[in-house]
């Protein structure tokens, strides 16, 4: 069995962070690993706390992770502050894992923002260039580049501008274009459309980390980059598409959709 080490914040609601990434890798048959970067208290509906580790902490699960037990694939979520930035950052380039799949998580689906504006230097610098891939949305692709993106040109200039900044790929998703959330791969040598089916849900709360989790999944089972992404994206819509009616706001994705026979109502 593969193993892949998640570094991100833990979510109380289950739907997102560290629980979402957990359950993601275990739906595709990955051992899963976790460094806990903050503690949020959060539902469907809002993000009411926050509860950064310490720096020490942080260092030390990296540690004791990469120290014991064979890393395949890393996956970065929300780190939090400049401070934490830089202490991951360290780690990994004192561990060197040959995968890191970096979703640059700013704002939750409720709108609070999970990464403070001292940190978007840091990670330009410290942590782009460590990634095998940064998977931004729309709105982080403008924080990492200073522009907006409003046509497909923009996605075109925003991904060469992000992959200037050292990630060896980018894939651009764009949920929050209208239309259809096609996003845009880029390697460095071509561009790949990945089509995408809007699917008329308010459940959608977890879908960047669920993707991000599941291309890195894929990666640590040995699949080449453009299919890791292709399949992570089939995988993604599914689970949006059997998506949960858990609490009163955005309930989450179904990570385990493939498992299960039942109709949606019978997890309600």
């Known amino acids: 069995m593969k193993r892949a080490l998640t570094i991100a914040g833990s979510d109380s609601g289950g ?3 560290i629980q979402a990434d957990l359950k993601t890798f275990s739906a595709h048959r990955v051992y899963g690993m976790s460094v806990i970067t903050a503690v949020t208290a959060q539902n469907t509906l809002e993000v009411r706390s926050i509860q950064p580790i310490d720096l020490p902490v942080i260092t030390d699960q990296i540690a004791a992770v990469f120290e014991d037990i064979r890393v395949d694939a890393v996956k970065i979520g929300m780190l939090g502050s400049k401070e934490t930035v830089e202490t991951v950052a360290h780690s990994l380039k004192l ?3 040959a995968i ?4 640059p998580v700013m704002i939750s689906k409720s709108g609070h923002h999970l990464l403070d504006e001292r940190a978007v230097s840091s ?3 410290d942590l782009l260039p460590l990634a095998t891939l940064v998977t931004p949305n729309i709105p982080e692709a403008e924080v990492l580049t200073g522009f907006p993106i409003r046509t497909k040109q923009d996605f075109y200039k925003a991904c060469t501008a992000i992959l200037e900044l050292g990630p060896k ?10 239309g259809n959330p096609n996003d845009l791969f880029y390697d460095g040598k071509e561009f790949s459309w990945i ?3 809007r699917i008329h849900t308010k459940n959608t709360h977890g879908t960047g980390c669920t993707l991000s989790s599941a291309i ?3 990666l640590a089972n040995g699949l080449p980059l453009a299919t890791s992404i292709e399949q992570a994206k089939i995988y993604i819509s599914e689970a949006i598409r059997n998506s949960l009616e858990l609490g009163k706001g955005h309930g989450p994705v179904h990570h385990f959709h493939q498992f299960y026979k039942k109709e949606r109502s019978d997890f309600t």
Not at 100 to 103: C, Q, R
Not at 169 to 178: N, R
Request: glycine share 18%.
């Open 169 to 178: 790929a980018v894939l651009l998703k764009g949920g929050h274009a209208a």
């Open 195 to 197: 089509k995408g089916e």
């Open 100 to 103: 890191v799949v970096l979703d």
């Open 216 to 218: 890195a999944s894929n």
């Open 123 to 125: 990670v330009k610098t």
């Open 15 to 17: 739907g997102a962070g």
């Open 95 to 97: 561990f060197k894992p």
